[in-house]
């Protein structure tokens, strides 16, 4: 059984700093491509982060600069620490594994985790 687990969301200022993590279990995390996404409330998910099997990292613009994605193939980690916090940060921040192409393509999702910015 394949979960995703996504911790470290909460309250914090703008300026302020999180760090998000993701638990997998029940894959063979060193072959998954690794992404964080978020979402907020009417809006269609949003992709953040991308940790590729071969150990690349690729940003939206958005968050180019403040937050570092980094992953850890022998606890089946991956990390996102989220600097200079804006407003519109605020989502619901979910990480996704997904591996292959085509007809053997497999995409997982973990239950999100809520980061909101406010004064």
């Known amino acids: 059984q394949v979960q995703l687990v996504a911790s470290g969301g909460g309250l914090v200022q703008p300026g302020g700093s999180l760090r998000l993590s993701c638990a997998a279990s029940?894959?063979?995390?060193?072959?998954?491509?690794m992404g964080w996404y978020r979402q907020v409330p009417g809006k269609q998910r949003e992709w953040v982060a991308t940790?590729?099997?071969?150990?690349?990292?690729n940003y939206a613009d958005s968050v180019q600069g403040r937050f570092t994605m980094s992953r850890d193939n022998v606890k089946n980690l991956v990390y996102l620490p989220m600097n200079s916090l804006k407003l519109e940060d605020t989502a619901v921040y979910y990480c996704?594994?997904?591996?292959?192409?085509?007809?053997?393509?497999?995409?997982?999702w973990g239950q999100g985790t809520q980061v909101t910015v406010s004064s």
């Open positions: 996704k594994a997904d591996q292959g192409s085509g007809s053997y393509y497999r995409n997982y």
């Open positions: 029940g894959i063979i995390f060193s072959i998954y491509n």
């Open positions: 940790s590729t099997s071969s150990g690349r990292t």
